[in-house]
């Protein structure tokens, strides 16, 4: 379970993440939705400690983010940014064989091996498994960081905004790869999404936040209405229902 | 690794550490004449020196160019061995040359070295403080101060006693030609000490490529690792300059050649070719100069004139990506 208890964070005057609690149980896909600036990514970096909180504490699995050891909690916690620049020449073999560091401190057993090459296989990169990053394009290397968080095997795996970049056959294969993520037991996968017809489609529940505050947590079924297109995203439109899904269609 | 790209690994490793070797060789024996037992002595000192130097600046650059995630920066680029070269003026114009003179030169080592590092930690803090850093600006701020200190050190210089500048010309004006015996013994020392506290990081090194983000999200104290490195790349820029006197793009010219060489990212596979190509280019090319060439010229501005192509090669490509 992550528990985010009144957590505040400010970059100068402007409040980006305001006084949210939240509590994500194990299990299942959370998205997070919201417009641009809502402070999607700040609270996502707040969980996953890259970024310290002004206020408030998060926990996951009992342990405080702030104070618990790095190595333990990257046993428990993956996460993913948006923007992944690694200067060294890596191949997708060599970053996705970071993700077993937390387990292996740089000492790869066969079993790490055995377990890289299967998250590899898992994102459907076999074929590119040892090539460089930069000969690979956009998507297989956002492909090659899923697959690192993979391998981390951690029970809550952080995405923010693993999207961007996917042709929309890309990103209905990660979205479904998320989703058999999550349906493992134990597994809990949290992503940060533009999408609402996405987040609608995958999501065992959707988060709204707006100008830094909670404005919506529940189902999509619950969550994803007109009223939300409007209020929080200011864009008239309509919220179909189609095969027992929700689906966002917007005015011209 | 797949076993034929660490058989690459391996391959490249011996080849340079053999020329490296032979180098050195050459260095020591080439053009002797006279009593071997002399020669050797005399030649043995420098080649130290030379070791010695090539060894800090491959690490300082290789470890630099890790922490803050890019192929461009060295520590020389950004203007840290002027840095130091400040420091000694500052000290000598504060003491007065004889003042400074009485201080054994290990202890004066010593404390330039502690200051350089507390300087240079403040140096990385204000260059490279929060999340939206941009490079060109770091390159351009980089240049720029190490254009300040140099320019402060020279004005000190020109205002200073002059007996005292002939106690600091006799300290800070170090090159490949003259080095300070003395200080050859605590620089390697210190080089070595380096070596040990970053042994058992490696693995975490390696990590870090994934940036701060990257390597904080797996677990590694990335705020505490890049601390300690500033700190080591410090004491190692304080070494060299020590012995031999700013090198502007000879770190960044080995350092680029060992990633092209090695085909691995560990820093475990890289630096030891890194040094490797140091030790090749310093002794190799103060031999060529020396014993072939006549002192035809200074080995660093040989060193700079290839070393600045270098760079302005890698700045265009990378501009271009």
Redesign the interface.
Known sequence: MIEIDRVSKRYGEATVVDDVSLTIPAGGVVAIVGPNGAGKSTLLSIVGRLVRADAGRVRVDGLDVATTPGRELARRLSVMRQENHVAARLTVRDLVAFGRFPHNRGRPSRDDAGRVAEAIAFVGLTAEADRFLDQLSGGQRQRAFVAMTLAQDADYALFDEPLNNLDIHHAVALMRLFRRMGDQPGKTVVIVLHDLNVAATYADRVVVLKDGRVAGDGPPAEVIDERLLSDVFRVDGEVLELGGRRVITVAR | ??PD?ARAVRLTTGIVLLLALLSAAAFMTVGARGSWSFVLAHRGIRLAALITVAYAIALSTVLF??LT???ILTPAVMGFDALFLLLQTLLVAALGGAGAGAIDGRLLFAGECLAMVGLSGLLFRLLFRGEGRNLPLVVLAGLLFGALFRSLSSFLQRVMDPNDFLVLQGRAFASFNVVDPALIGVAALLSLAVTAMLLPR???L??L???R??A??????AARLSTLIFALVAVLVSASTALVGPTTFFGLLVANLA?LLVP??RHADVLPVAVGLAVITLTGGQMLLERLLGFGTALSIVIDFVGGITFLLILFRTGRR
């Open positions: 690794m797949p790209r160019q890790t995630g890019n192929r490696l693995a975490e390696d990590v490529t994934l940036g983000d990257g904080t999200g797996l677990g590694v104290d990633y691995s990212a």
